[in-house]
């Protein structure tokens, strides 16, 4: 195997993608857009896996293809089998629907917990599209569409800057959750992981906020969800510098 087919499979599973051709673009879209290479490597991850899978199209050198799937793989089926046992003991609650913005999330309390490195969002709202619903995690079901979620996802790539623009100006999320303008500021300034230790320990005590420690150090996304706004929406506080549509 060469060196750069060695090298294509690594960026692409580190979530740094191979883009001969647009990788410079993408580059200068960090200054409005957040961590662009990062997303667009989860749809190249996954392109390349059916490729491999299917056969179809341009290959990787087979060695490169057979760890990529294998890694992949590896990870959906020990989440998995981690989700199944949450649920099956009582753990955690583990939401089974895929067009719900916990779907094969852990949930503890008000906290949850994605394993998924980025690619739960995308099979979710491809999942909402295709069914026209979706369902919020406090269990409000409402009608989608593909230019919803489309609108959606692509406002939750918004730099941290503008999004902070936005949210000071308007005291609401670019999603069109209200959001304090504080706490927007404070988020923006704040390094991510100590903001959402800060966050669980506020609302849940010493032995949360250690676990969501654990979990940031090891790579693992948690959100801690506010009680609900006046207008009957609930918020979120991510460890993530940017508004998750839902997520």
Do not use: C
Request: proline share 4%.
């Amino acid at each position: 195997m060469g060196v750069k087919t060695a090298a294509k499979a690594v960026n692409i599973t580190g979530s740094r993608g191979s883009f001969k051709q647009i990788g410079p673009t993408l580059n200068k879209l960090s200054a409005v857009l957040w961590a662009p290479r990062n997303r667009m490597s989860k749809f190249q991850l996954l392109h390349e896996y059916a490729k491999a899978r299917t056969g179809i199209g341009e290959q990787m050198h087979p060695i490169a293809a057979r760890e990529l799937t294998r890694g992949l793989e590896r990870v959906v089926g020990v989440n998995a089998a981690l989700l199944a046992l949450a649920a099956g003991t009582g753990a955690a609650i583990v939401d089974t629907d895929p067009t719900s913005t916990d779907f094969a999330r852990f949930k503890f309390g008000n906290t949850t917990v994605d394993p998924w490195f980025g690619l739960q969002p995308i099979i979710r709202d491809v999942a909402r599209s295709v069914l026209g619903v979706q369902k919020t995690s406090s269990g409000r079901v409402s009608k989608t569409s593909f230019a919803d979620q489309l609108g959606q996802y692509l406002a939750s790539g918004v730099a941290p800057g503008i999004n902070l623009a936005y949210e000071q100006s308007t005291n609401k999320t670019l999603g069109g959750y209200d959001k304090d303008r504080l706490q927007s500021l404070r988020e923006s300034v704040t390094p991510m992981v100590a903001d959402a230790i800060a966050q669980q320990l506020q609302a849940n005590g010493l032995l949360e906020a250690a676990g969501v420690g654990v979990s940031e150090f090891v790579g693992e996304n948690t959100n801690l969800y506010q009680p609900k706004t006046k207008n009957g929406s609930s918020t979120s506080s991510s460890s993530k510098k940017k508004k998750k549509h839902s997520w």
